[in-house]
Structure formats: C-alpha cells, structure tokens
T-cell receptor
Framework: KQEVTQIPAALSVPEGENLVLNCSFT??????LQWFRQDPGKGLTSLLL?????REQTSGRLNASLDKSSGRSTLYIAASQPGDSATYLC???????????FGKGTRLSVIA | NAGVTQTPKFRVLKTGQSMTLLCAQD?????MYWYRQDPGMGLRLIHY???????AKGEVPDGYNVSRLKKQNFLLGLESAAPSQTSVYFC?????????????FGSGTRLTVV
C-alpha cells in the first residue's frame, strides 16, 4: 500500500526566505506526483505535476523535484510571501487508473 | 468554464437522516472521485469511478454509496448519517490514463451530523 509522508507538518518562516517542503512515498514505481495548495476552508488547487519520467517542474517561484529511486519529492518556494501561507499537499499515483494517495500536508505560515 | 462543481456547500443533518451530495464536471473527464478530509487524517478516498456506470471502493467506503449514471455527474449518498461522517467532502475528476494531466477538485461540501 502506497503511503505518503510530508515533513514538517507545520512551518513558519519570515517573508523573503527560500524554503523547501518535503514529501516521501513508499512505492517508488509511481505514475505521477502532484503538489496542491489548500487555503483555509477552501478546495485544493493544483500547483505542479511531475510525470514519472521527469526530474522537476517549475512554475514561477515554485520548483518541484522528483527522485523516484529514493522515494522523495521536494517543493521549493523562492522568496516566500505572506500570500504563500497555506497548506501544501503532496499526492502520488501508481498507475493511470489508480487514484491519488495524499500526504497529510505541510501548513506553511509566512510572516511579514 | 465551471470545472468541478459540488452541491450543496454546507449541510447539517440529524443522525439517521439521508442525503445526496452532487458532483458535476464539464471537462469530459472519465474518472471521478470522492474524498473526505478530517483534521489530522488528510484526504481519504471514499469511492471512485473510472467511467459511466462503474464505481469502486476506496479506503473508507463504509456508510456511503455512489452512482455514476452520467459521465459528468458523480453522486455520493449517505443512507443513515452518523456523527462520524461529519467531515469536509471533496469531489475530483481526471482524464483516463494520462500522466500529463492531474486532478481537478471541487470546492468542497462541509457536512455536520448532529
């Protein structure tokens, strides 16, 4: 059974700092991995998707990397802003017809 | 482009009552999913569907039923609500067999069972 772990569970940083969120998964034979953002009381917004054949994806200040052999992904946020405060969720998929399995998320607070 | 729409957004039920949550998507996605989100538990899969007329159980299916009579709709039913079913319910959809495209989520339904 695929398990996804996100560490730390919560993180508080000053504005402007670069930061890394971690995601690990137990079965390295993944199909793809998706990072989401969730604001309090809201739904999930997709940030980045990395296919199994890719090593990283970038969108603006966000960069997600994937190392299948070690069962890890990281989400790098550059020059953090208070508006980045949210919960970040990592999820992996083992095949094209199996559902995403989610980690419990990292709650990020960026302090002005 | 509405994406994934969930109705209702909020609901309070008494123990033993029944209700249906509706999920509708306009992206022609083949796959649809129902998750629940609870504090400290993350998102857990209840049921999912890989096509019209097909459904499958997820991690926590007990107490729920689902139907996918039309490709664009996925219904989640609670036949006899229990306080343990108090949660936020999310619907999502995705294309079949494509690693390029991920999930699209609805905005959620907050259900309280008293």
């Amino acid at each position: 059974k695929q398990e996804v772990t996100q560490i730390p569970a919560a993180l508080s940083v000053p504005e402007g700092e670069n930061l890394v969120l971690n995601c690990s998964f137990t079965d390295s034979a993944i199909y793809n991995l998706q990072w989401f953002r969730q604001d309090p009381g809201k739904g999930l917004t997709s940030l980045l998707l990395i296919q199994s054949s890719q090593r990283e994806q970038t969108s603006g200040r966000l960069n997600a990397s994937l190392d299948k052999s070690s069962g890890r992904s990281t989400l790098y946020i550059a020059a953090s802003q208070p508006g980045d405060s949210a919960t970040y969720l990592c999820a992996v998929r083992l095949s094209g017809n199996t559902p995403l399995v989610f980690g419990k998320g990292t709650r990020l607070s960026v302090i002005a | 482009n509405a994406g994934v729409t969930q109705t209702p957004k909020f609901r309070v039920l008494k123990t033993g009552q029944s209700m249906t949550l509706l999920c509708a998507q306009d992206m022609n996605h083949e796959y649809m999913y129902w998750y629940r989100q609870d504090p400290g538990m993350g998102l857990r899969l209840i049921h999912y569907s890989v096509g019209e007329g097909t459904t499958a159980k997820g991690e926590v299916p007990d107490g729920y039923n689902v139907s996918r009579l039309k490709k664009q709709n996925f219904l989640l039913g609670l036949e006899s609500a229990a306080p343990s079913q108090t949660s936020v319910y999310f619907c999502a959809s995705s294309y079949a067999g494509s690693s390029i495209y991920g999930y699209t989520f609805g905005s959620g339904t907050r259900l309280t069972v008293v």
